[in-house]
């Protein structure tokens, strides 16, 4: 916990910078939260199991608000993982969600928003999961700290070796088409971690809702990297 504040009281300082995720200004005026909780009804009536339809809904809910881009999701109650098995356990389903997603179209870049390097990276292929994922390490004051990046194309792990250095502003990746990118409505899931408990190429982005709080501990708010006013 000690960890976790000091991290974020160092992220949030007005002197630090960070670099853009994408092209697009995630301020902008044509920028959405969107909600994937039981109190979006419209879920209900959509088939999520089939990502074509599911794709469907994502850029209608787009439309409907005049908005090209949707963001939104640390730490929201979801329904939308009841669609795979990936998310099952013994006890208790998963479905809380501990990153920012990003709905944007396949294909457009992804940046680094702080300088780092490759931790690890693999293709998390089951359906309903990651996808090809990235793991960058980075540090700050002495203390290392992580960020996530899920749901991408095949080719962004083309070249990636642990321990390369990224640059603030480098392009990491594209965002994956379905299904390659887990068979999800294209969309980056980006998540900021203290600690990858020993994990290389995955982590969780979505735990059981009794697990919350410890996740908590983990799992910092990426609008401290974004700093998105439609995150706030």
């Known amino acids: 916990m ?7 009281k160092l992220l ?3 002197a630090i910078s960070f670099a853009p ?9 044509d920028i959405v939260r969107l909600d994937f909780t039981a109190k979006n009804s419209a879920l209900l009536q959509t088939d999520l199991r089939d990502t074509a339809s599911f794709e469907r809904f994502v850029l209608e809910m787009l439309q409907q608000k005049k908005a090209t881009i949707g963001v939104g999701g640390y730490f929201e109650n979801r329904v939308i993982y009841r669609r795979s098995e990936h998310f099952d356990t013994s006890t208790e389903g998963r479905s809380v969600h501990l990153g920012v997603d990003i709905w944007a179209p396949a294909g457009i870049p992804i940046y680094a928003p702080l300088e780092g390097t490759v931790h690890s990276f693999q293709d998390n292929a089951n359906f309903g999961d990651y996808g090809p994922t990235i793991l960058l390490q980075h540090e700050l004051e002495g203390i290392p700290f992580y960020t996530l990046y899920g749901h991408l194309s095949r080719t ?3 070249g990636l070796s642990a321990g390369k250095r990224i640059s603030a502003g480098e392009q990491v990746a594209t965002m994956g088409p ?5 068979d999800w409505p294209p969309h980056l ?13 995955d982590f969780p982005g979505v735990c059981a809702p009794s697990e919350e709080g410890y996740y908590r501990q983990i799992c ?3 609008n401290i990297i974004i ?3 439609h995150l706030i």
């Open 2 to 8: 000690e960890k976790s504040s000091k991290l974020i």
């Open 12 to 14: 949030s300082a007005p």
């Open 21 to 29: 995720l994408l092209d697009h200004d995630l301020n902008a005026e």
């Open 156 to 158: 962004s792990l083309d």
């Open 178 to 182: 379905y299904p390659e990118n887990g």
């Open 189 to 201: 899931h980006f998540q900021v971690m203290t600690d990858l408990l020993g994990k290389s190429g």
């Open 220 to 222: 910092l708010d990426p």
């Open 227 to 229: 700093r998105s006013k």
